[in-house]
């Protein structure tokens, strides 16, 4: 009579090759399989619900999103067969539950952000030098106001720098003050030449009394066309020598009188072209 079970002492360890349990044909079933060395798939292994551990290093997609997905894989930078991985998922080691890290202050060097990709007008950068102190002069030959000058580095040689000025302004009495941009040693923003007459960016005209003081505001879009450092500053002088200019100075300075004082400021821009 056949035996319908084979005890397990009467089974040596050895006894069923793999000869016994290959089939080419016929799937079978096996429950509570625990396998220590690691199985070997020579094309694929379907799973019911999960398949837990390292399979080539790698997962395999099939078409179930899209066709587009046949052969893609996700590769696993570094399997760990610790416990403590128990019920982890795919693990990207930049951003793990902080996407921050994505981000460009987050990454060794950080994401460059291509700026011809920004919408013509986009502001690149911005910068401000604040002029507190006064400063003054009496010559009819034009002089940096002490102070006064803001550099900046374009990202992009295309780029566009937006110059905004703010001058305290102060001169003699029925008297001219002219004030002219510059960048680096270049006169920007002149007036057209009209016979003998100077070219100069603004005037500043003083009558009497309290008029001798004003605000001044230039505002100019230049074109610089390059990706070094450039520097913009303000030039003044007097219509003629010995009458007095200056920048956040009032006319009570002339006879020691306590006024308010002046604040001048010039801002860059860089500007996406």
Request: glycine residues 10%.
């Given at each position: 009579?056949?035996?319908?079970t ?5 089974l040596?360890d050895?006894?069923v090759?793999?000869?016994k349990?290959?089939s080419t044909?016929?799937a ?7 396998v220590?060395?690691g199985?070997t ?6 799973a ?6 390292n399979?080539?290093g790698?997962?395999?997609l ?9 052969g893609d ?5 570094a399997t760990d067969?610790s416990?403590?991985?128990?019920g ?7 951003g793990t539950d ?11 060097g950080?994401?460059t952000i ?6 013509a007008?986009?502001s ?5 030098v604040t002029k507190l102190?006064?400063?003054s002069m009496?010559?009819s030959t034009y002089a940096d ?9 374009p990202?992009s040689s295309s780029?566009?720098i937006?110059v905004m000025?703010?001058?305290g302004a102060?001169?003699t ?9 510059l960048?680096?040693?270049?006169e920007?923003l ?12 603004t ?6 009394g309290?008029?001798?003081?004003a ?6 879009l230049d074109?610089?066309?390059t990706?070094?450092?450039?520097t913009?500053?303000i030039?003044?002088r007097?219509?003629s020598d ?7 100075r009032t006319?009570?300075?002339a006879n020691?009188?306590?006024?308010s004082r002046?604040?001048s400021?010039i801002t860059l821009?860089e500007?996406a072209?």
């Open positions: 009579m056949a035996l319908s084979i005890g397990t002492a009467g040596a050895d006894a090759t793999s000869a349990v290959d044909t016929t079978f079933t096996v429950a509570d399989l625990v220590t060395n199985i798939a020579g094309t694929s292994i379907n019911g619900s999960e398949l837990v551990g399979v080539s790698r997962i395999l099939d078409a179930s999103a899209a066709g587009t997905d046949v894989e996700f590769l696993l930078n067969g416990a403590s991985n128990d982890s998922k795919i693990l990207f080691e930049e902080d996407v921050s890290s994505m981000l460009k202050s987050g990454l060794p950080g994401i291509n700026d011809s990709s920004l919408p007008g986009s690149l950068q911005v910068l401000q102190d006064k400063f009496t010559s106001v002490t102070g006064f000058a803001a550099s900046i580095t990202s780029s566009k937006f000025v703010s001058i102060n001169c009495p029925g008297s001219v003050a002219e004030f002219r941009l960048r680096g040693s270049t920007i002149l007036a057209d030449a009209e016979g003998v007459r100077s070219r100069t960016t005037t500043f005209y003083a009558g009497s309290a008029n001798a003081a605000g001044i505001g230039i505002n100019f074109s610089p066309n990706t070094s450092a450039i913009y500053k030039q003044i007097s219509n010995g009458t007095i200019v200056g920048v956040n006319q009570d300075d020691g009188a306590s006024s002046q604040t400021t821009m500007v072209s």
